[in-house]
Nanobody
Framework: VQLVESGGGSVQAGGSLTLSCAAGRYTYKRNCMGWFRQAPGKEREKVAT????????AVANSVKGRFAISQDKAKNTVYLQMNSLKPEDTAMYYC??????????????????????WGQGTQVTVS
């Protein structure tokens, strides 16, 4: 699965950005797609996941209420809407996929999936 992220950039605190992840043609109808981020000197953090089969989503507590993940099935594209951005959201953001997802719902994609496919990343800087 080829993943291509876009939409990163620089924004002032309190602003918004939307990241996009365009995936190649899915082999399976139900997949896990996720957004991760990694800041310099910090471990990679899982931000949000979506089950492409039924659209179930989950977000990390650190971004709950500010970030949302969604998909456009027709375009094989997953989005990360980021609102009320804070300087601590500054990081490289990566799109990732795990295929197939053996079940629907949000639990497997957020808690269990081992994401095997990764995009190149897109930088988000909040000042």
């Amino acid at each position: 699965v080829q993943l291509v992220e876009s939409g990163g950039g620089s924004v002032q605190a309190g602003g918004s950005l939307t990241l996009s992840c365009a995936a190649g043609r899915y082999t399976y109808k139900r997949n896990c797609m996720g957004w991760f981020r990694q800041a310099p000197g910090k471990e990679r953090e899982k931000v949000a996941t979506i089950n492409t089969g039924d659209g179930s989503t989950a977000v990390a507590n650190s971004v709950k209420g500010r970030f949302a993940i969604s998909q456009d099935k027709a375009k094989n594209t997953v989005y990360l809407q980021m609102n009320s951005l804070k300087p601590e959201d500054t990081a490289m953001y990566y799109c990732a996929a795990d295929s197939p997802a053996p079940t629907g719902g949000n639990w497997y994609c957020f808690a269990v999936a081992k994401y095997k496919y990764w995009g190149q990343g897109t930088q988000v800087t909040v000042s």
